[in-house]
């Protein structure tokens, strides 16, 4: 009588292919569930995700936040994109045209140094009543034509981009605190930088940058404030202090003096001459991201980065 089938298989082989098919089995399911999760680390899928929402920042601050992996792939490269996508002439301009490469202090600072107002606390040369707290701003504007006019005329070569401020009124004084910020282009070859350097500025003890936390020099202190500054901002001379970081970056405060409508036509100073339409200006905010005449529609935002 012949054997069942089974009985025909040597009993080693039916213990090799019982291991073999587990084996199998195990490393399909630990297939499938690094198939599963690899999606969401994936920035091939991530930026375009992230490009059908506008790069929304409130959703990118909300993903840094999940895990460690997830903010590694954003501090690697979802924030450079979203920096590029907001602000493409600005960051064109402070990359050299190669907005994939590196930028000092790291995208994700730059991307806060957009978005955020750093708030303002007392120092050596600015005394404030009140703290006034760190903020997510609604609109940006960012230009070079302001910038210039926070250099000194030495250093007038040199690319920086500075905002408008950002208007904090006060219950003990008159004048609003204005906070501003502003980034350079090619900070580590720049001409303020060899002021700094020659002159031998000392680094500032307590102050911190808030957007890399890098450490700063105060202007200041380095005697490196113009008075175009001042006319700039709608501030007396003496009623403003500012901050570079060793990566470039800029910080500040000033009272802001309220003007009358007579004084708000009156331009001022020389070196505003080429104010006008300035092809450097960018503006965005939660809504909507203006480049020129042109306007393009975008996310919101409101949560602190990671």
């Known amino acids: 009588m012949p054997l069942p089938v089974a009985d025909q298989i040597p009993v080693g082989k039916i213990r090799m292919s019982d291991n073999h098919s587990k084996k199998r089995l195990f490393n399909s399911a630990g297939d499938s569930s690094e198939s599963e999760g690899s999606g969401i680390y994936d920035e091939r ?28 792939v954003a501090k690697r490269i979802l924030w450079r994109e979203m920096c590029v996508y907001r602000a493409p002439q600005m960051i064109t301009a402070l990359t050299d045209g190669s907005p994939s490469g ?32 760190g903020h997510f701003v609604k609109t940006s504007r960012f230009s070079k034509t302001s910038g210039r006019s926070f250099l000194v005329k030495k250093c007038r070569n040199d690319l920086l981009y500075v905002s408008d401020p950002c208007e904090h009124p006060t219950g003990d004084k008159d004048d609003d605190l204005g906070i501003f910020r502003g980034v350079f282009w090619g900070f580590m070859r720049s001409r303020t930088r060899a002021c700094l350097i020659r002159r031998q500025v000392e680094l500032e003890e307590r102050i911190k940058c808030p957007f890399c936390g890098a450490r700063v020099w105060s202007m200041t202190a380095a005697r490196l404030v113009p008075k175009s500054a001042a006319r700039r901002l709608g501030s007396m001379e003496s009623g403003l202090e500012y901050f570079v970081c060793v990566n470039g970056h800029l910080h500040g405060a000033c009272w802001l003096v309220p003007l009358s409508s007579d004084e708000g036509e009156e331009k001022v100073g020389d070196e505003d001459e080429d104010e006008g339409e300035d092809s450097s200006e960018e503006a965005f905010d939660g809504d909507y991201f203006y480049r020129g005449n042109q306007i393009v529609r975008n996310g919101q935002m409101g949560l602190s980065m990671v």
């Open 102 to 133: 590196r930028i000092g202090g790291g995208w994700q600072a730059m991307a806060k140094l957009m978005f955020f107002c750093n708030g303002c606390r007392s120092s050596r040369h600015f005394q404030v009543g009140e703290p006034a707290p």
């Open 45 to 72: 899928i991530l930026m375009p995700v992230f490009a059908s929402i506008n790069w929304d920042i409130r959703t990118l601050c909300q993903m840094s936040c999940v895990n460690r992996k997830l903010r590694a």
